[in-house]
């Protein structure tokens, strides 16, 4: 307990040092952030909008203080979304002992289909499957995470795809990580692992992936724009 207290002290002091070397100023001024006007609450306190993967089965994360930690497999909404704006808080484990991939690792699925990479991402020169990437597509285009153990922002705005006379116009998407635009209206595809039976172009559940790691999650909120 002490040796991981004293490393969660010395990543907080390590954080300032960190967002200057990448000439990063990361803020926390969506923290906490309420639903604006036509938005509703995915999670606040209760599962009740969620069920698990591919079922009618309500979800069972535990859910303790407003808080739901990743358990017992991927999770999706019962809602399904086109556009939208999203906000999500999450929280990354102290894995240590651990690296890449099996190091503090979720993602948030946008539609069903498009991966948000959660991951213990600090410090690191980014990759396509790191912490705010679209999963094997997209590279942050900063690193603007924050170490383990403390609480991070995504303020998500997402364009869905449209099929006009069969032809797709891809999605678009921009992702806002503690304060920093890390994609700017990027089109995207979408990603392995995410909900069966979602084309391009349908409204889609957002999921919450289960990777075996105790990744937290709190005031999750969603605005459609469509």
Known sequence: MTRLCLSALTFSFAIASQSLAQGVALN???????????????????????VKKGS????????QDRIL?????????????GDFQ????????????KTGQARGNSG?????????????SYGLKLQDNDC?????????????CKPPLQWQTYDITLHSAKVKEGKTQKARLTVVQNGVKIIDDKEISPTPGGVDGVKEGDKG??????????????????????
């Open 56 to 63: 009618d089965t309500p979800a069972t994360w535990p859910v």
């Open 132 to 144: 705010g990437a679209i999963y094997k597509q997209i590279i942050p285009s900063v690193n603007a």
């Open 86 to 97: 999203m906000h999500v808080e999450f929280n990354i484990p102290y894995m240590p002992d």
């Open 205 to 226: 559940p957002i999921l919450l992936q289960d990777h075996g790691n105790a990744v937290q999650y709190r005031n999750i909120w969603i605005k459609p724009l469509d």
């Open 28 to 50: 926390d001024d969506s923290m906490g952030a309420k639903p604006p006007e036509g938005a509703t609450y995915l999670f606040s306190d209760s599962l009740s909008n969620w």
């Open 108 to 120: 948030v699925y946008l539609g069903g289909i498009y991966e948000l990479q959660v991951l213990d």
């Open 69 to 81: 930690t990743v358990k017992g497999g991927d999770i999706q909404t019962r809602p399904r979304y």
